[in-house]
């Protein structure tokens, strides 16, 4: 699992402005579970303060953040979208609600609702791999296809399962490192990370503090100028948890923000062995060419 944010936001928005020329507004409901309610994301009221600077880096927080949000194997994560994007005097906005289960190394099943509120149409995605292929199945015209798990990760649909459930497959990584690391205390693992960081003077890190709606965050990010982007995650220090995750920056004459709102990422101790395999129902057909995820 790789993390290729600007190649989907690229791809995936450039193709929803010229479609999306007859429709101004999209909205994504969430797939879950039966009889889960959908959540409403928060209404963004954000003031910044603090230098710019990695010396300011809580690490005993960063240690909290990573024991709830990687250090395990499994997780579910529950989260909600917003895709706002510009370009050629065109707006396109997209709201998101994911529902995304993940297993290291590599598995996950994301289930997405893509909701037309202007045609109220509606248009279903499930996607699922065991680490080594990859389904994608559109529920709207029931139809599937496969390929294999490396060509998915390197598609531009990988980022629909949602970013936070993304990066945290793609820090997870080789899951024994991951193993050796949640063996260490909040603090034998701060301490570590502090050894890891370069000196927080020459650190690519962006480290502000932040406040949304009256709460307060520790926001850690990284700016990539030559790939025209920047991403944050905002730490909550009462929690120990990413509530928010943006992503913004802009190429090719199309500017785009992307904000994701984390309701809930929680550890799972056993997974059912079908989880992450997909089993088409009886009435799918297989598509010869890979389907790509569009939300009408």
């Known amino acids: 699992m790789q993390l290729r944010p600007l190649p989907f936001i690229h791809a995936s928005l450039a193709g929803l402005i010229v479609a999306a020329s007859g429709s101004s507004s999209l909205a994504l409901t969430e797939a879950a579970a039966a009889g889960s309610p959908s959540e409403n994301p928060t209404t963004l009221i ?29 997780y579910s994560t529950r989260s909600a979208i917003n895709v706002n994007s510009t370009a050629a005097g065109m707006s396109v906005s997209i709201k998101a609600q994911i529902t995304t289960l993940t297993q290291a190394p590599g598995q996950f099943r994301s289930q997405i609702v893509f909701e037309d509120r202007v045609n109220g149409k509606q248009k279903e995605y499930l996607l699922t791999s065991n680490g080594e292929q990859a389904w994608i199945y559109d529920k709207t015209s029931d139809r599937y296809s496969m390929m294999s798990s490396e060509a998915f990760d390197d598609s531009d649909d990988s980022f629909y399962m949602g970013p936070m459930a993304n990066l945290g497959l793609t820090i997870q990584g080789d899951f024994q490192d991951m193993q050796e690391m949640s063996a260490l205390s909040e603090a034998e693992l701060a301490t570590v990370l502090g050894e890891m960081m370069p000196l927080c003077q020459a650190s690519p890190l962006l480290v502000e503090s932040e406040f949304i709606n009256g709460q307060s965050y520790q926001s850690l990010g990284f700016a990539d100028p030559k790939q025209g982007f920047e991403m944050q995650g905002l730490m909550n220090p009462i929690t120990g948890e990413i509530d928010f995750f943006t992503l913004s920056g802009s190429q090719d004459g199309i500017d785009f ?20 395999e997909f089993i088409p129902p009886a009435t799918a057909e297989q598509s010869e060419t890979p389907i790509s995820i569009r939300p009408f």
Do not use: G
Request: hydrophobic share 40%.
């Open 257 to 276: 923000e992307l904000n994701e709102q984390i309701f809930n990422r929680t550890a799972i101790t056993e997974v059912a062995a079908t989880t992450f």
């Open 46 to 74: 954000t003031q910044s303060s603090a230098t710019n600077s990695a010396c300011n880096l809580d690490h005993r927080l960063l240690s909290r953040v990573l024991r709830n949000s990687v250090l395990d194997r499994a």
